[in-house]
């Protein structure tokens, strides 16, 4: 395995890292280009003011909201692959299809994976894509909508 290679699956291990203990000055840090590629959704967040205004939703009904790491990987591509357990707490108000689910205390773990695209000769992070099923959570919430 190559220094370029073992430098961004640790930039990738620390990135996941940063996000659990929402260090966002960090996060941002591991990016040469805050963006994230919603797969589940289709929503693309562009741009360090998009992405931390993406940090601040994402927590506000999961504010424990962390992540398992089962398997990473570097691809040929310049790309690093992360199976991964999503996990969290329904602590706060939920906004979905404009409604608002109040918290319910429920944990929910689900399964995810993500890339991570780096640029050819680089090892800051220039893409996130997570790949989900977009009801996984609701459905081990047992929220319905």
């Known amino acids: 395995m190559s220094d370029l290679t073992k430098r961004r699956i640790q930039t990738v291990k620390d990135h996941m890292a940063l996000e659990i203990a929402e260090d ?7 990016f040469q280009h805050p963006r994230y590629e919603m797969y589940g959704t289709g929503t693309v967040i562009d741009g360090e003011a998009a992405v931390r205004k993406y940090f601040t939703r994402s927590r506000t009904p999961f504010p424990d ?13 310049n790309t690093v692959h992360v199976e991964f357990w999503l996990t969290g707490t329904h602590l706060g108000p939920l ?4 409604e608002v689910i109040e918290a319910t ?4 773990r689900v399964r995810m994976a993500a890339t991570f695209e780096f640029p050819v000769d680089g090892d800051k992070i220039i893409c996130e894509r997570p790949y989900f099923d977009t009801n ?7 929220i319905e909508i």
């Open 24 to 30: 966002w000055d960090g996060v941002i840090a591991t």
């Open 65 to 77: 909201q962390g992540n398992e790491i089962i398997s990473i990987a570097a691809g040929d591509a």
């Open 95 to 98: 906004k979905l299809a404009g």
């Open 105 to 108: 205390g429920k944990k929910f």
């Open 136 to 142: 996984g959570v609701l459905r081990a919430l047992n």
